[in-house]
């Protein structure tokens, strides 16, 4: 697989540390310290809480839409200019979510050669329920390895988790198209992949779909926010999904690809390329920070 690793050991616009990769140099080069480093640079805006007791303030919000690397770091810079390995207080911490741990572990993992990708799709680890989740796989040097570079050892134990989080199962973290075939084969109840089963939406078929071009999109390194849209997220109304069959062949077409351990790159590029799932510049923002959707252009 030469071409296809190395494309996935070189930056995208979005992980990318630019002025501020010489930070990374002092971080160990194996998986398991990229993470502990990660752990301990972002604090997930809503879920941190429940783990650690601090409340981010309102005002820092926004911050979870720094969305590209270097932005990232340089906040944290602002916040705290000590080495990122460094312990740091929550407030030093970014304001962020799996996304973003996802993104500066990946961010870490190229800047030291290794392939890394960014994965879009739902944890069945949170309760009994399909979470809306991203994590990472990066290449060991025989497989692709999915690694949840979130879970540090008090998310661990709070979710009693059983397995490795540095090597996660297939059956535990969904990728968007498992999502999709388990919804088109498997009579899975569309309903159970959402955000929290406290929250009525996002959730569903369509939701599911959002999750299949979005897993696409990070395979080809467009490693978007969890709450931009575009292409057919935009274009198809949710209670049209299952009736088009066109769509659903399209989406059951990206799923089967996005799937595989080693899916074909230049397949990948083809079907990205096309109207219906590359972002063409912009997104549509559904940003829990703003209180309106926000079309974004992007820097790419």
């Known amino acids: 697989m030469p071409d296809t690793l190395s494309f996935y050991r070189e930056h995208s616009p979005f992980t990318d540390p ?16 990229m993470a502990q480093a990660v752990q301990g640079l972002v604090y997930h805006y809503f879920a941190g809480q429940w783990t650690f007791g601090y409340q981010v303030p309102p005002e820092r919000q926004p911050e979870i839409d720094l969305r590209y690397a270097q932005r990232m770091l340089a906040r944290l810079m602002e916040l705290d200019d000590a080495p990122l390995r460094k312990p740091r207080e929550h407030a030093n911490k970014i304001v962020g979510c799996c996304r973003d741990f996802a993104t500066l572990f990946c961010s870490i993992a190229r800047h030291k050669g290794i392939p890394c990708r960014v994965r879009y799709g739902f944890g069945a680890y949170f309760g009994d329920f399909y979470g809306d989740h991203v994590i990472t796989d990066y290449w060991n040097g025989e497989r692709w390895v999915l690694v949840d570079p979130q879970m540090g050892p008090e998310m661990v134990q709070n979710l009693h988790l059983t397995f490795d989080v540095m090597d996660v199962p297939r059956d535990q973290f969904i ?29 569903g078929a369509h939701y599911v779909m959002s999750h299949v071009l979005q897993d696409l ?8 926010l969890c709450w931009d849209s575009w292409g057919l997220s935009e274009t198809i109304a949710e209670d049209a999904l299952m009736t088009d069959e066109a769509t659903v062949a399209l989406i059951d077409e990206v799923a089967q690809l996005t799937r595989e351990n080693n899916p074909d ?25 703003e209180q309106n959707p926000l079309e974004v252009a992007l820097n790419l």
């Open 175 to 203: 990728i968007g198209g498992d999502a999709w075939q388990m919804i088109r084969h498997e009579n899975a109840d569309p309903d159970q992949f959402c955000v929290s089963p406290d929250i009525e939406q996002p959730r």
């Open 265 to 289: 790159l230049a397949a990948l590029q083809r079907l990205y390329a096309e109207q219906a799932f590359t972002f063409n510049g912009t997104v549509i923002s559904y940003s829990p920070a």
């Open 18 to 33: 630019g002025e501020y990769a010489y930070l990374y140099d002092a971080i160990p080069d194996d998986v398991d310290s």
């Open 217 to 224: 999109a990070g395979l080809n390194k467009a490693e978007c």
